[in-house]
């Protein structure tokens, strides 16, 4: 009768302590929705961006229209059968401008290649200021035998971006990612 007693107990217990576990999950799968337009919000209000459309970014107020930065873009494809050069050479743009570029990229091999692109920035400590918000060297690039593409390049230039930087040099050099598109 005890043993009866006792199980009987532990079978209520155990049921409350499902039911009690089911609401803890079930709120915090509530809360955790309810935290998306929060979180929107809480950025918008402090103008962090990134939640907010692209559009949004576009009409920054944040553009320093007293000040042109000279943006000098480079390319280079060490070791690889590619010609690849940016479309523009050089440009002037306000600080904390939305601004797109684009790299002509064309592979010579008759074989496809694959290659990644690395970034490097003059003066160095630039490269705190330029963000990059879409650039083909986020990923590997994969041309077949005689393809050329242009690829995007969207940056902003921080308008915090010290004063006695006036130029700001762009670099990608381009390596073969071994094994992907071997050389023939």
């Not at 440009?91 to 290649?113: I, T």
């Amino acid at each position: 009768m005890a043993n009866e007693l006792l199980a009987g107990r532990r079978e209520r217990d155990n049921r409350r302590l499902f039911t009690r576990l089911s609401v803890v999950a079930v709120a915090m799968f509530g809360f955790g929705f309810a935290l998306v337009p929060f979180y929107d919000q809480i950025c918008r209000a402090l103008g962090i961006n990134s939640l907010v459309e692209r559009g949004e970014i576009a009409a920054n107020s944040q553009v320093d229209r007293t000040r042109l930065v000279s943006i000098e873009f480079d390319a280079n494809a060490h070791g690889m059968p590619w010609r690849f050069q940016p479309a523009v050479r050089h440009m002037e743009v306000h600080p904390g401008e939305l601004v797109q570029v684009e790299y002509e990229v064309a592979n010579v091999r008759g074989a496809p290649v694959t290659g990644q692109a690395v970034v490097s920035y003059g003066p160095a400590l630039a490269g705190r200021y330029f963000r990059k918000l879409e650039c083909f060297c986020f990923t590997q690039q994969t041309l077949a035998a005689g393809e050329s593409r242009r690829m995007p390049v969207s940056f902003v230039v921080d308008a915090s971006l010290p004063g006695d930087i006036n130029t700001i040099t762009l670099s990608y050099t381009f390596f073969e990612v071994a094994g992907l598109g071997g050389k023939s």
